[in-house]
């Protein structure tokens, strides 16, 4: 199984109204990755799995803060982030399976808004990557100006405008299956928008809220503990089962 890791990593902000009392995160959304890393066989014949996330999906090492991990804040371990999680049980029921990860906190979160801003500028070896699946969990890292209307200047585009062009981007065919979530941190704009995408194109919602509820799903740096990370892969992975036995490759 090969992994790709790509671009800025880290998570910044975000709050919790039902866990105001957890540590907040002070590192910027930018920046952790110094290089864009890129691992995949393209003669590869199994099921591709694409994960796109933030720094709940990979944040690199920041030990100012006391994270000198390379992995999903805040799990303990490498082996206990929600990505690593659904890559054992992805192998498990399809061993030639790939599993890619896209870091998007610097290149969509905090630039869709932007007039420059294009999805081939930013993705395209992920749309050479041809995923079968993929997994979109992300959001967290748009400013909060957005969701109030008050953005200056004025947005180029919506937040689900953007997310639509963009998963075209990665599936031109229309064969992926594609899983659109609600953030583990609730913004109610956005999911909404989230959910009218997918809605529209016919992929699948993927609820997040009675997660992000729990207090005992909370970690450190308000990000999701072991538990958080261990409902988020449960919740994602009763999707992909079902369809990853019916992959043709």
Not at 47 to 68: A, C, D, E, M
Not at 83 to 96: F, G
Not at 111 to 119: H, L, N, V
Not at 161 to 182: H, M, N, Q, T
């Amino acid at each position: 199984m090969k992994m790709i890791v790509v671009a800025a990593l880290a998570l910044a902000g975000m709050v919790n109204a039902a866990a105001n009392d957890f540590q907040a995160n002070p590192v910027p959304a930018l920046g952790q990755n110094a290089k864009d890393q890129k691992a995949f066989d393209p003669a590869g014949k199994g099921p591709r799995v694409l994960f796109i996330g933030n720094s709940i999906t990979k944040h690199g090492p920041r030990p100012q803060i006391g994270w000198t991990n390379n992995w999903g804040m805040a799990a303990s371990a490498l082996d206990k982030d929600y990505v690593h999680l659904l890559q054992k049980k992805i192998t498990s029921v399809r061993p030639d399976s790939q599993c890619c990860l896209l870091q998007v906190a610097g290149s969509f979160e905090r630039s869709f808004f932007k007039p420059e801003w294009s999805c081939a500028k930013n993705f395209r070896w992920a749309r050479e990557f041809k995923p079968d699946i993929i997994v979109m969990f992300f959001g967290a890292n748009v400013p909060k100006t957005y969701d109030a209307g008050t953005m200056e200047p004025k947005p180029a585009r919506s937040y689900g405008d953007a997310l639509d062009a963009f998963r075209s981007y990665l599936d031109p065919d229309g064969k992926a299956v594609v899983l659109i979530s609600e953030g583990f941190y609730m913004r109610p704009k956005l999911d909404a928008e989230k959910k009218a995408v997918a809605a529209r194109r016919g992929d699948i919602f993927v609820k997040m809220d009675d997660i992000g509820a729990r207090a005992d799903a909370h970690g450190r740096y308000n990000h999701p503990g072991d538990l958080g990370m261990q409902l988020i892969a449960d919740r994602f992975w009763q999707h992909i089962e079902p369809r990853l036995k019916n992959l043709a490759k």
